[in-house]
């Protein structure tokens, strides 16, 4: 049977709340939504005036919540799910099927920190978040804006600009039953005209805790530097460098998830990312009521693994399956792979602002250039399997025995853009939004093996090119309540490795998505505040992954309604952001025989929900109750097995000591409910990435002067 999402009684509500706004919300004092964003037009804009959906989380907000993961920091804001893959990797879903497709941008302080056609969904563990002042999403296609994969949404990470008088940090956090730990330090300052600020965080998952083959550590540094050339100039640099090694447990079948979720049947896998990251900007008045920004910035990312999803999807009698228990080995002789993937790039950015004496009006214009170098290289492995217990407990290499799908190539990729973005207001109330980006994409594939069956491709150059739109607008209803609408174009290429490091190259087409939404922000007499959103993205050629081959999907369309409500009163707090949403294949046939038109997208759930409610107990001490939960949802794209879905408790205790110490407790998963933050089903088979068991975590941190 077809599902369906009831947008109409919603649609309705909604809609109520727009006509009865004005006897519900009165003025505050100045513009109760003046807060201010950059990621919506790249320049600071008032968010009334801003006609996209956009979420933000400061820095203060995540300090007082004490987060363990990044998707304790930004899954607060509705429609984004960013899902734990351990140690820091992810995946994410963002107006999407949670899933590691190339569906988004990952950006600082508004650089991506990938180039275009190198998305790794697990990106955002080169972010250091000790050294971000909040992060930003926008949501939806915002490809006018920031390019190529801004499909789903665009994540901005803001770096901490320095502190005008001498501050320092050191904390120290533990977790027994998961093994983590993980200690934070920084300090900044400023002497006249320069400012630095200098942070730094390392965690350890030990190899004993709850889950088998799962340790990891990552190490993570920030240098930023401000420096105030003049009344009107002035100069930003940042150094960013990350270190992660993780093992990679990988997922469960059914009969261990439900029974030895801590079990794992890889005993060698892993991951090692190291990224760095440098930017300098120079920023000044160029022109009466002009600011320009250049941004010169250099990347090197080295990404390493013996990944476990080559070799631990083992099923009876499948001659596609690594191991094949119909072989007269019982099925203990394996395949698998190990790879590594370095990135370098060099680029400029270049935006410049100008205000207009006319309608109020701004114009926002820039070029970005970014020359990358991918190199990737693949052999493969034979593993040894132990019959008895499932496990995989040793490898080597063999290339020379089974060299077919062996990868040794280089690309160049050249990306070129220019963009424009011009903002007027016609009346009072009224802020219209135009723009548009042109992409310009070259991909030089060098093969440095000798091409054919075995080893790929041919030489070759593949040219992408195309020019995404934007219009939108914002009405103010009055001071403390506005709405807006916005039409946007996302696009997003084939990645590299779809193309070429795969084990035969994919005929794929680049996909487009068409994004409509009407969005309502406000705050009411009570002091309640509401940011709301009803959206359609309408994907063509969408890439997806089908038995692990990617194919152009056809048609999709994911829709949804967003409600994020807040309110502080008194001593408590509290916040509940929802996202009810529908994602669904238009038309999707795989083969004469199979045909997927019509049915729901797989890892997509119809509703989550993250609220939370704190009370200040006291002047110094907090306690807050945070519940997550996640609907169910299809495991494949035939739909035939439902995930049921979960609710997670989390309980935050916090208590200021005196001279700047805090002391502070979680009980993280607090009824103990055994979930999974991945399942699905491929090949006739189900699995699951569990989730972890109750555990209590504890930490103490000592400031000195304000961060």
């Known amino acids: 049977m077809k599902n369906t999402l009831s947008l109409s009684p919603l649609s309705l509500a909604v809609l109520g709340l727009f006509a009865g706004l004005n006897g519900h919300a009165v003025a505050q004092t100045g513009n109760a939504l003046d807060t201010i964003v950059v990621s919506g037009s790249r320049s600071e804009t008032k968010l009334s005036e801003t006609p996209v959906s956009i979420g933000s989380v400061s820095r203060a907000e995540w300090d007082a919540d004490k987060p363990k993961t990044m998707g304790e920091i930004i899954n607060r804001i509705p429609g984004v799910f960013w899902n734990d893959l351990g140690n820091e990797q992810h995946s994410m879903g963002i107006r999407q099927p949670i899933s590691t497709q190339s569906v988004y941008q990952y950006l600082e302080d508004g650089i991506p920190i990938r180039p275009m056609g190198v998305f ?8 250091n978040t000790n050294g ?7 949501k939806g296609a915002a490809s006018s804006l920031y390019g190529s994969n801004a499909v789903g949404g665009a994540v901005n990470f803001l770096t901490q600009r320095s502190s005008r008088t001498p501050t320092g940090y050191m ?10 730990t993980r200690i934070d330090s920084g300090a900044s300052n400023t002497w006249g005209d320069l400012g630095l600020r200098f942070s730094h965080y390392s965690s350890q998952r030990d190899s004993l805790n709850w889950q088998q083959h799962s340790g990891g550590t990552k190490d993570s540094f920030s240098l930023r530097g401000d420096y105030n050339l003049s009344a009107t100039s002035w100069m930003r640099a940042s150094l960013v460098h990350t270190n992660l090694d993780s093992d990679t447990p990988g997922s469960l079948f059914e009969n261990d998830f439900r029974t030895n979720p801590g079990k794992s ?18 920023e000044g008045e160029t022109s009466r009521g002009g600011l320009t920004t250049v941004t010169f910035f250099a990347r090197n990312n080295d990404h390493a693994q013996l990944p476990n999803y080559t070799i631990n999807s083992r099923l009876p009698s499948s001659s596609n399956s690594p191991c094949n228990e119909t072989a007269s080995d019982g099925g203990t002789s394996c395949r698998g792979t190990i790879n590594n993937n370095h990135v370098r790039s060099l680029g400029v950015d270049i935006k410049h602002t100008q205000k207009l004496d006319t309608l109020r009006a701004r114009l926002v214009t820039g070029v970005y250039i970014d020359r990358s170098q991918n190199d990737f290289v693949s052999d493969n492995l034979a593993i040894v399997r132990d019959a008895l217990t499932g496990r995989y407990i040793s490898y080597s290499l063999n290339s020379v025995n089974n060299p077919n799908g062996v990868r040794n190539y280089g ?12 903002e007027f207001s016609p009346s009072d109330k009224v802020r219209v939004v135009a723009g548009g980006r042109y992409d310009s994409i070259r991909y030089d594939f060098k093969n440095n093996l000798t091409p054919g069956a075995n080893f790929g491709a041919s030489n070759e150059v593949r040219n992408f090119a195309k020019f995404s739109p934007k219009l939108g607008a914002t009405y103010a209803l009055n001071a403390s309540s506005s709405l807006y609408s916005n039409l946007s174009l996302g696009f997003t290429p084939p990645e590299v490795s779809q193309l070429y490091g795969t084990q035969n190259i994919p005929n794929l087409k680049p996909a487009t998505y068409d994004n409509m939404e009407l969005g309502l922000r406000s705050i009411w007499t009570s002091g309640i505040r509401l940011d709301s959103a009803i959206y359609q993205l309408d994907g063509k050629d969408t890439i997806v ?3 692990r081959v990617n194919e152009n999907a056809g048609r999709t369309r994911s829709r949804g309604v967003e409600l994020a409500l807040n309110q502080n009163i008194g001593p408590f707090d509290w916040r509940i952001g929802v996202n009810l949403a529908q ?20 890892g997509a759930p119809q509703q989550t929900v993250n609220a939370r409610i704190g009370w200040k107990a006291t002047a110094k001490a907090r306690v807050a109750l945070q519940m997550v939960h996640v609907g169910s949802y299809w495991m494949d794209d035939a739909n035939t097995t439902r995930y049921a879905g979960h609710n997670v408790f989390n309980l935050t205790a916090t208590h200021s000591l005196s001279d700047g110490w805090e002391v502070w407790g979680q009980v993280l998963n607090l009824t103990d409910k055994a979930y999974a933050h991945t399942a699905s089903r491929s090949r006739g088979a189900n699995t699951y990435a569990p989730g972890a068991p109750r555990s209590i975590m504890v930490g103490l941190s000592k400031s000195f002067g304000s961060r």
């Open 583 to 602: 994602h669904e294949y238009l038309n999707y046939r795989t083969s004469s025989t199979e045909d997927f038109s019509g049915k729901s997208m797989p």
């Open 545 to 547: 992954s089908f038995n």
């Open 265 to 282: 049947i890889n005993t060698f896998t892993w991951r090692k990312d190291k990224t760095t990251r440098a930017n300098v900007a120079w």
């Open 411 to 422: 690309v160049g990729i050249a990306n070129d853009a220019a963009f424009a973005q011009l």
């Open 171 to 180: 904390g120290i956090r533990h977790d027994s039953t998961d093994g983590f």
């Open 120 to 127: 790794n969904h697990n990106a955002l563990n080169a972010i």
């Open 132 to 138: 971000a002042s909040g992060v930003e999403v926008v």
